[in-house]
């Protein structure tokens, strides 16, 4: 008795173009073509699998060779149809391309293409997964293809078009047969189960049409599976077909979402071992998490209902918890998260220890550490922006407001003081004490300092600003060139780059109103001699002057710079410790230096020559 039975996906073969489910187009072509009698002599059906294309040649054959043909709707009673269907024919030969390959095979297929039909009107060769012969077997067919003998038509079929060279493709016409409509094969089930006599729900049947993707071939060899499961007392459920496919439950799936949003890792670990306990492939789980996060993603985003029970795999109850639990997610996170269990699908293909990896795949997914640091950056940068966008320059006395920003933190005991910018033009007034000169380049009046901060101010990239600020070291900064300075060479080469250089140049263009010549390069000896020369040197022409805080020291006439009063004064010893050996002249220089040190008031530029060049405060 088995030997008689026949499967459903064979049983059920359509025999007409009126039998074809979701081929509207293909059938519409070639049943134009057969009407009018203009009939190519090469055919190209390429599509998934199980779309009908080899039953599509079969029907195509089979209206050409009736006894009544060509016509549209084969009798199917004739001789040339019955050898048709039974695959017995011997003006319709059917080639496996996988298992004739070789170019001797195409030698032998067109010495036996000269002959003339024996029964019927045309001699028709379809090959079946073209895509696998080889280079040579298709150039052989050339130019039988192109210019066949009369009568003779070739028919195509392959899932892979793309293997198929252009030129065997060019003298074909194509045909793309697509995946059919989940709605179509559940119509078709239906009336097959009512032939058969199968007792099975609805809901089941929507499940074998979305799980078959597209191809009918797939839905009824799983209906036929089912079928197995039908007795008297007992109807096919969804349960059954999601058992019968190895699949996870809609509420196991549920609660395993559950868990990943509530973060809780203990219930996460002991449904996975259960899942795996129970026979599930740990493979299979990340692929049922995918589906489901994926229904959850399109339950987020979908506004029509009708639409979305189309497009979502579930259940009604479980449609209402989905959307329930998208609630808790952003879109962009449940992107995130499929994107993560595709790589865990990716691993767990590689590895030997899909348990361990399916419990460290979801576990980082639970605690989603790396997508909540991005959201905090998303915030820090939006609160930079708003910021900068309100065209406030920073603060030069108090401190930034952006959190990387460093700021100074006077001593307890210092009162505020009030700082003047200091007029070079005119006199030194009396009773005030000089200022070191600090600078070594000079802009618009101002200290090298000053400058350097005035520039990093009119860098609008925030990450170029904090990298200029917190990582460079300025030597020189005027209209002509600016020198700059990084610990390593990796700073040096990433301060050239285009995405560094660039807003430096427009903050530049700003400041100056030109570019000047930028030079970035490493420290050399030279440049911290010649900077704490200048800090510690005392001025010898035209020196800088300030006016005196509010709270004055008492005055003395020409007092010397080791007796300066030290009311609401701080002193400085600039760090003259080189990092590189230096001569014995330039040491003793220092020495001389270090063994008188200056006295004077710790205002903003000397603040910011000891932030820059590593002072040190003594009390």
């Not at 979701?22 to 090469?42: D, F, M, P, R, Y």
């Not at 019927?120 to 696998?132: A, L, Q, T």
């Not at 559950?258 to 203990?266: E, F, I, P, V």
Request: net charge negative; aromatic share 4%; proline share 7%.
């Amino acid at each position: 008795m088995t030997q008689n039975y026949i499967p459903l996906y064979r049983k059920y073969r359509p025999q007409s173009f009126a039998d074809l489910v979701g081929q509207e187009a293909l059938v519409k072509t070639l049943s134009n073509a057969i009407n009018l009698n203009k009939i190519a002599h090469a055919y190209l059906f390429t599509g998934p699998r199980g779309t009908g294309k080899t039953s599509t040649a079969r029907i195509f054959a089979k209206s050409l060779n009736c006894k009544n043909g060509p016509t549209l709707t084969p009798c199917g009673e004739c001789s040339n149809c019955l050898d048709i269907t039974s695959g017995t024919s011997i003006d319709v030969i059917e080639i496996d391309a996988a298992s004739n390959r070789k170019v001797e095979d195409a030698r032998n297929l067109l010495e036996k293409v000269q002959f003339v039909p024996a029964s019927g009107k045309f001699k028709v060769y379809i090959i079946d997964e073209v895509h696998m012969l080889t280079t040579e077997a298709f150039n052989t067919l050339l130019k039988t293809l192109e210019e066949p003998p009369p009568n003779l038509v070739f028919i195509l079929a392959t899932t892979e078009a793309h293997k198929v060279l252009n030129t065997i493709i060019s003298r074909c016409q194509r045909f793309d047969l697509r995946r059919i409509q989940a709605p179509l094969i559940v119509e078709r089930m239906k009336h097959i189960i009512e032939l058969e006599n199968i007792n099975i729900s609805d809901e089941a049947l929507n499940i074998i049409a979305k799980r078959s993707f597209g191809g009918m071939r797939d839905a009824l060899s799983l209906l036929d599976q089912a079928s197995m499961l039908v007795s008297d007392e007992k109807t096919v459920n969804e349960e059954d077909i999601l058992g019968l496919l190895g699949s996870i439950s809609e509420e196991l799936l549920l609660k395993i979402s559950n868990a990943l949003t509530d973060k809780d890792s203990n219930e996460l670990i002991s449904l996975i071992d259960h899942l795996v306990q129970m026979g599930n492939e740990p493979s299979q789980v990340v692929k049922e998490l995918i589906n489901h996060f994926r229904n959850m993603m399109l339950v987020s985003t979908a506004g029509d209902a009708q639409s979305l029970k189309n497009l979502v795999d579930a259940s009604e109850q479980a449609l209402n918890e989905l959307k329930d639990q998208s609630k808790k997610y952003e879109i962009i996170e449940i992107a995130q998260i499929i994107e993560k269990l595709s790589e865990a699908e990716r691993t767990l293909k590689t590895t030997t220890q899909q348990h361990l990896w399916l419990e460290v795949a979801l576990i980082n997914i639970c605690f989603r550490n790396d997508i909540q640091v991005i959201k905090d950056l998303e915030v820090r940068i939006e609160k930079l922006e708003q910021f900068i966008s309100g065209n406030n320059p920073m603060p030069m006395q108090s401190a930034p407001p952006a959190p990387t920003l460093p700021q100074y933190t006077p001593p307890p005991t210092r009162q505020p003081e009030a700082v003047v910018k200091p007029d070079f033009n005119q006199a030194p007034p009396q009773n005030t004490v000089p200022e070191p000169k600090i600078q070594t380049t000079v802009q618009n009046n101002q200290p090298l300092t000053m400058t350097w901060k005035n520039l990093l101010e009119h860098i609008e990239s925030v990450p170029s600003r904090m990298f200029f600020f917190s990582l460079s070291k300025p030597i020189e900064v005027n209209t002509e060139k600016i020198v700059i300075t990084f610990a390593s060479e990796n700073f040096v080469k990433k301060a050239q780059s285009k995405a560094k250089i660039d807003p430096l140049e427009k903050a530049a263009m700003q400041l100056f109103g030109c570019i000047p010549r930028i030079i970035v390069r490493t420290p050399l000896p030279e440049d911290d001699e010649v900077l704490k020369n200048q800090v510690a040197q005392p001025p010898t022409s035209a020196p800088e002057q300030r006016s005196a805080p509010a709270a004055s020291p008492p005055q003395v006439d020409n007092p010397p710079a080791q007796k300066m009063t030290k009311v609401q004064e701080e002193k400085i010893v600039v760090s003259t410790k080189p990092k590189e050996p230096l001569g014995k002249e330039v040491e003793q220089e220092l020495d001389s230096i270090n063994d008188a040190p200056v006295f004077i008031e710790l205002g903003e530029q000397a603040r910011i020559v000891k932030d820059l060049f590593n002072g040190k405060v003594i009390e």
